[in-house]
C-alpha cells in the first residue's frame, strides 16, 4: 500500500476527485456520468496535446510551437475542406498528421544537427507557424458555412454513446502508454532525460532520438489542428494564440519534471483533466475569470513545489544508501 501510495498519479487522481466533490457541493449535477463524459470530451484536445509534449519534456527539451502548428495545419486542412469538399475526413486527417509532422521535423532538425537549444527553436517557429497561417490565408477566416458537414460532423458523432473526439483521445492515450512503457524508444526517452552523457555511452543517439520526439509533437499538433477547427468551426490566424501555456501546464500539473527523465502518460492525462474541470466548474459556480486563472496559476505553482520536493527526495535516498555502503 505504502509502494502505490508513492505514484504521484494517485495522489492527482485523489486531488481531482476531492475537487469534483467540492464542486457537486455548489452544483449537484457537475458529478452526473453525463456532465463527466462531457467534460472528458471538451478535455480530449488538451489531454493529445499534453501527450506530444511529454515526450518531449521528458528528454530535456520544450515545444513552444504546438499551438502554432495546430494553428497552421487547422487552416491547411479548413481551406482544402473548403475548396475541395469531396475528400474523404480519412484522408484530411492523413494530410494534418504529415503537415504537422514535416513542421515537428524541422524543430527537431535544427536541435539535432545545428545543437540549438530547443526553447530558442521553439520560440522562433511558433512565430513562423502563425505568420505562415496568415501568409496562407492571406489573413482570411474559414468558417463554418465554407466547412462541409462531414468535417464538421465526423468528431461529433457517437459510437457507444460517446462522441468521436473522446474516441481518438482513448485511442492517443492508449499508444503513448504502450510507447512509453512497452517500447525501446519510450526507455530511451526516459534514459536521456535521466542522464544524456551515460545514455551515449548506453548506446542511445540522443540526437536522433531528440528529433523523433519532436516529430511526434509535430503529428500530434498536426492532429489537434484538424481536431480543434472541426470543434470549434472556425479558422484564423487567432486559433489556440497561447494555448502552448496550457499544454504545458497540464504536463507539469500532471508530475512531468520539466528537469526531463520523470513523468507518464497517466499523469499528463490527469493534468490536463485537472484543468479541464477547472476551466467547466468554475464558471458554472460563478467564479470571475480572474480568480479563474490566479486559481490555475496556483495550481501550476503547487505541482511544481512538489514535483521539485519529489525529485529532492529521490536524490536524499541516493546519497543516504551510499552513506551506508
Not at 30 to 38: I, K
Not at 43 to 51: C, E, K, N, R, V
Request: glycine fraction near 10%.
Amino acid at each position: 500500500m505504502k509502494a502505490f501510495l508513492k505514484y504521484r498519479e494517485i495522489w492527482l487522481l485523489a486531488a481531482i476527485i476531492v475537487l469534483i466533490g467540492l464542486i457537486s457541493t455548489r452544483f449537484p449535477a457537475f458529478a452526473d456520468p453525463g456532465n463527466l463524459r462531457q467534460v472528458f470530451n471538451d478535455t480530449s484536445i488538451l489531454m493529445i496535446l499534453a501527450l506530444g509534449q511529454m515526450v518531449v519534456i521528458l528528454t530535456r527539451s520544450i515545444d513552444l510551437s504546438m499551438a502554432s502548428n495546430l494553428c497552421f495545419t487547422g487552416m491547411v486542412v479548413a481551406m482544402l475542406n473548403a475548396a475541395h469538399p469531396a475528400i474523404p475526413i480519412p484522408l484530411l486527417i492523413v494530410i494534418a498528421l504529415l503537415v504537422g509532422l514535416v513542421l515537428g521535423a524541422i524543430n527537431g532538425l535544427l536541435v539535432w544537427r545545428l545543437n540549438i537549444p530547443s526553447i530558442v527553436v521553439t520560440l522562433g517557429t511558433l512565430t513562423i507557424y502563425r505568420g505562415a497561417t496568415f501568409v496562407l490565408s492571406g489573413g482570411a477566416w474559414v468558417n463554418a458555412d465554407k466547412m462541409s458537414p462531414d468535417f464538421i460532423g465526423f468528431q461529433r458523432a457517437a459510437f457507444l454513446g460517446i462522441p468521436v473526439l473522446s474516441w481518438i483521445a482513448i485511442l492517443v492515450i492508449a499508444l503513448f502508454f504502450i510507447l512509453m512503457t512497452r517500447t525501446a524508444l519510450g526507455r530511451s526517452i526516459y534514459a536521456i532525460g535521466v542522464n544524456p552523457t551515460a545514455s551515449v555511452y548506453a548506446g542511445i543517439d540522443v540526437g536522433r532520438t531528440k528529433f523523433i520526439v519532436f516529430c511526434i509533437s509535430g503529428m500530434i499538433g498536426g492532429l489537434s489542428g484538424y481536431l480543434w477547427i472541426s470543434r470549434y468551426v472556425i479558422a484564423s490566424v487567432e486559433v489556440a494564440n497561447g494555448y502552448e501555456l496550457n499544454i504545458i501546464a497540464a504536463c507539469v500539473i500532471g508530475g512531468i519534471s520539466i528537469a526531463g527523465g520523470i513523468g507518464s502518460a497517466g499523469g499528463a492525462v490527469l493534468g490536463a483533466l485537472f484543468l479541464g474541470i477547472i476551466s467547466n466548474a468554475l464558471p458554472v459556480i460563478n467564479i470571475s475569470p480572474f480568480w479563474q486563472m490566479a486559481i490555475s496559476g496556483s495550481a501550476i505553482i503547487l505541482a511544481v513545489v512538489l514535483n521539485a520536493r519529489g525529485e529532492r527526495r529521490q536524490g536524499r535516498i541516493i546519497l543516504r544508501k551510499v552513506e551506508a555502503a
